[in-house]
């Protein structure tokens, strides 16, 4: 039976953001070695991408195969480093009250121009629904779903639940009943702070 540790982890990397931004944010975590970047290229990059969700079907997953060792995926993948930072950034002026800067906003918004969503009419079952669809036809191409996915999260996410975990470098957003979760993971972080407590106590009681 798989375990709650294996959940939280998909293929190397950690998936306890509950918004997929967030996920792709948390791909530096520090591990017992240090920060450890987890898109050292760009083959475990295409794992978090699917590993995330972000693509999902056969024939997408065939074309990101195909850009295997071109220099565009290369740039593409430094590209969302140097995003993930930023954004990090803006993450944590959120989690302390304030909105992102303009420079982060008017580089999403020049991400969400040229890379717009495309929302058409399909059938399902018996109902119509709308559905977004996008083409990928090179690395770039991502940014739509990329910067669709910080947008959600920016504008749609309660600000008051975008929180850091109290031991760690991972954010996560709160999506628990009551509302007061602390840490990434009660396995990652959780049992190791009250590990802590209880040794605090022991030596002064
Ligand atoms: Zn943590």
Redesign the pocket.
């Known amino acids: 039976m798989p375990t709650a540790v294996q959940e939280e982890w998909k293929d190397g990397f950690p998936f306890i953001g509950n918004q997929r931004i967030l996920d792709l944010l948390n791909t530096k975590p520090v591990l017992p070695a240090g920060p450890t970047e987890l898109l050292s290229d760009y083959p475990a990059f295409e794992r978090w991408l699917i590993a995330s969700g972000t693509v999902t079907f056969a024939e997408e997953k065939a074309v990101l195969r195909s850009w295997r060792g071109s220099a565009e995926t290369q740039i593409f993948l430094h590209e969302v480093i140097a995003f993930r930072e930023r954004l990090r950034g803006a993450v944590v002026r959120i989690e302390g009250g304030h909105l992102p800067t303009d420079g982060f906003l008017s580089e999403l918004n020049t991400l969400l121009l040229r890379h717009p969503t495309h929302a058409l009419v399909c059938r399902h079952g018996k109902t119509l629904i709308r559905q977004t669809r996008d083409e990928l036809s090179q690395p770039s191409d991502l940014w739509t779903r990329l910067a669709e996915s910080t947008a959600q999260l920016i504008v749609e996410a309660d600000h008051s639940r975008l929180r850091q975990?109290e031991?760690?470098v991972?954010h996560f957003l709160d999506t628990s009943k009551k509302g007061s979760r602390r840490?990434?993971?009660m396995n990652?972080?959780g049992n190791k702070l009250k590990v802590a407590a209880y040794q605090q106590r022991r030596r002064n009681p």
């Open positions: 975990c031991a760690c991972l840490w990434c993971s990652i972080c």
